[in-house]
């Protein structure tokens, strides 16, 4: 399967094989999607089909417009109407109380759904002319680093899905913030994400929680992975290069434009996330940065960790599952 840059009679076949029930992937603010009629049972499993993904695991729909919140959810408090006509369109997944609009494949079984409407021109397109809101998680195989480009996509679900309209490299790198306000006393964010802690909280003007980092790891579930092992540097990058290529290791450097400049005639290959200190750049270039390597010569890559910075939480919790918590 090849891909190509959008069109709008691409957009429009590609609505029309999601309305026959097939599955197509598209681009997102965030990362690429695996989008599905959310109202189709049957074209729901094929996600999970393709994806590798478990049955138990809910998956977010993605909506052209702010006003399907009250269609597709209960008791939409004022938080979240808030929230939407703040950050919709754009990186914030709200999660409601489930209308019963949508089948135990989407919802995992549980009483809630998550709703998200995401901001790229070519994903509104598409949503709205598929006349049906879309079932969608990311376009990967499950485990997998997350697909920023349509390329990625293929190298995972090649002969797999019907479709992928390619609309370039997505503009944020990784996936939404997730925020469950089904007991509205009670915010949770349930995944990091570019909308911040702190600017949800300023937004409505209430306390929001956490789920710990650790808990969502905890399991060892392969999340994130390339097919090469990945290191975070805790240490200093003259002591793991050191060490790795003492071990025989081809070293990929995912890394900063600072620290690349000091080490790259010391490593295999390298991959830039941006300048020092640029915390959207590095979340932006991570996944591409994972996969780029994973198909160089390089046998192992050591990644820069980003831990200050209002979105560091987000770029941490990815990096933390791609690496399985492994550090050097």
Do not use: C
């Not at 996509?153 to 939404?176: H, N, P, Q, R, Y």
């Not at 060892?220 to 390339?226: F, L, N, S, T």
């Amino acid at each position: 399967m090849e891909t190509k840059r959008f069109t709008k009679e691409e957009i429009e076949e590609a609505a029309k094989l999601i309305q026959s029930g097939n599955i197509v992937a598209f681009p997102t603010d965030t990362v690429y999607g695996l989008g599905a009629d959310a109202t189709n049972d049957e074209a729901v499993k094929k996600i999970f089909k393709a994806k590798g993904r478990p049955a138990d695991r809910p998956i977010s729909v993605l909506v052209s417009d702010p006003k399907a919140m009250d269609q597709y959810a209960l008791e939409v408090p004022k938080a979240a109407k808030t929230l939407a006509e703040k950050f919709w369109p754009g990186p914030l997944t709200i999660i409601l109380k489930n209308a019963q609009k949508f089948p135990k494949t989407v919802t995992g079984g549980k009483e809630t759904i998550g709703l998200r409407m995401p901001d790229h021109p070519v994903a509104l397109e598409f949503i709205a002319a598929s006349g049906v809101p879309l079932a969608t998680p990311s376009a990967n195989s499950t485990g997998r680093p997350s697909p920023t480009r349509a390329e990625h996509v293929l190298e995972d679900l090649d002969g797999k899905i019907s479709a992928v309209i390619d609309g370039g490299e997505t503009s944020f790198g990784i996936e939404s913030t997730v925020l469950d306000l089904s007991n509205p006393a009670h915010p949770v964010i349930l995944r990091p994400g570019n909308i911040s802690k702190e600017a949800i909280e300023e937004t409505i003007n209430q306390q929001v929680f956490s789920v710990e980092e650790k808990a969502q790891v905890a399991s060892k579930a392969k999340h994130y992975e390339p097919s090469i092992p990945v290191y975070i540097v805790r240490s200093s990058f003259e002591k793991a290069i050191h060490e790795m290529t003492k071990q025989g290791e081809a070293i990929g450097l995912l890394a900063s434009d600072e620290v690349i400049a000091e080490y790259k005639d010391s490593v295999a290959e390298t991959f830039s996330l941006g300048i020092s200190g640029d915390i959207k750049a590095a979340n932006r270039n991570l996944f591409n940065g994972l996969r780029t390597l994973e198909n160089t010569i390089a046998t192992v890559v050591l990644v820069e960790p980003f831990e200050k910075g209002e979105h560091s939480f987000a770029f941490m919790n990815r990096l933390q599952s791609a690496a399985n918590e492994k550090s050097i």
